[in-house]
């Protein structure tokens, strides 16, 4: 239950490591952990092993450390997203949660009734959002970063989706059951529509294309909180919490 | 899966009310939901009933509304969430999702290895954490508001709870099964650590007090979203979801 970077993680599984001192990394290990030369922390690559890391040389522009690399990481959960692309801020939040709850994959597609703003946000343009990815790795003790895509229309991922599994698609107004009473086996994929909800050609694409639609009850949920909810959900149905 | 104020919460059962125009309700009727005069919308009673809403006149400082109560709202689930005082920005989320949620009451307790500063945030002095609430309620289409205390000490709190049920306390350390192993009546308690962890002197208290232990999985997440997690796991269990 603790916030923040529990697990440091670095590009490349090099053993050694230059950071400057106004480096996240350098400025957690120094200002949060206080570790002092001699120092040892968790460290992992990204989509490669966990390992150790030590402090060895703390200059003023500079530190030095030193990398062990030992504990391979499972894969991620079997479980995509596809998520109608949300206001930027409600965005950030699913794509660092999404991936500290183990989600394999993310697509955020562009809605028929989506807002056009959203897509030219910094978060895609600057490359905040794998920034987010890993945080939320380094939050939950993992290495692994789901693989993310946005802006592409909603039938051209549909279409590459894997044939088995389950297909399931959150709709408050249309669904006939709850989450709870339908069907799941991996790999799965949950569906989330946009703020202003699927429009007609989405409802009858998912249709389609063998999902089964389902509601997370009564209770409007804010987006970012009802993936939290499914995705833990279906997790627990899976075997896997 | 829309994000905001989908009810709007009133204090009093009155069947009129004038707002200023810079009141919340009045911006978000005439600048979000862009109502005219004669317009309706969907209204509340905090604690009370739901109704209509008709937007009857807008001046150059007010606004006057006529409310038409019709329909009462269920009671708040029976989940009560025990929770080491956290610092501000997560108390705020969890204030807001919990009673999004449907939890029917928070404790948040001062923890021995707790941060005396949090206690003292313009959250709890300001009467912000109950604007969270009804921010909260008004996402969730509900008029209902969870009990809130915050403050009080762990023991004084577990010496009120209610005898039957289940109580279950998460600790990622020393638990040795998962939530979704664990035996689940209502109503629930469910305990979250602070950030720093169980003291030993709380883990002792829980354990005399007849909680079980449980975890989230090894994925080690954010105290707000190992709270939307176990209360939707909780719920579903219970039937509620």
Redesign the interface.
């Known amino acids: 239950?603790?916030?923040g970077v529990?697990l440091m993680l670095f590009e490349s599984a090099d053993t050694a490591a230059t950071l400057p001192r106004t480096d996240r990394r350098a400025r957690h290990l120094l200002g949060v952990l206080r570790r002092q030369v001699g120092g040892e922390f968790d460290a992992g690559v990204v989509n490669g092993p966990r390992g150790k890391g030590t402090l060895i040389a703390v200059r003023s522009d500079e530190i030095d450390l030193e990398l062990a690399w030992s504990t391979p990481t499972p894969p991620l959960d079997p479980v995509t997203l596809l998520v109608g692309l949300p206001?930027p801020q409600?965005a950030r939040d699913i794509l660092r949660?999404a991936t500290?709850?183990?989600v394999g994959a993310l697509h955020f597609f562009s809605p028929e009734k989506g807002e056009a703003s959203y897509a030219r946000s910094s978060l895609w343009t600057s490359g905040e959002w794998r920034r987010l990815l890993v945080s939320g790795a380094e939050?939950?003790?993992?290495t692994r970063l789901p693989e993310v895509t946005h802006g592409r229309g909603l039938a051209e991922i549909v279409a590459q989706l894997p044939a088995h599994g389950s297909r399931i698609a959150?709709d408050?107004y249309e669904s006939p059951r709850?989450?709870?009473a339908t069907t799941v086996t991996a790999p799965v994929i949950l569906a989330?529509?946009?703020?202003r909800?699927w429009s007609a050609g989405e409802r009858g694409l998912l249709r389609a294309k063998a999902f089964d639609f389902a509601h997370?009850?009564?209770?409007?949920?804010?987006?970012e909180?009802?993936v939290?909810?499914a995705v833990?959900?279906v997790?627990?149905r899976l075997?896997?919490?």
Do not use: Y
């Open positions: 239950m603790l916030g529990n206001r409600t949660e500290a709850l183990g939050q939950a003790f993992d959150f408050n709850p989450l709870s989330f529509g946009p703020e909800g997370l009850g009564t209770r409007v949920l804010r987006s909180t009802a939290i909810a833990s959900l997790k627990t075997g896997l919490l």
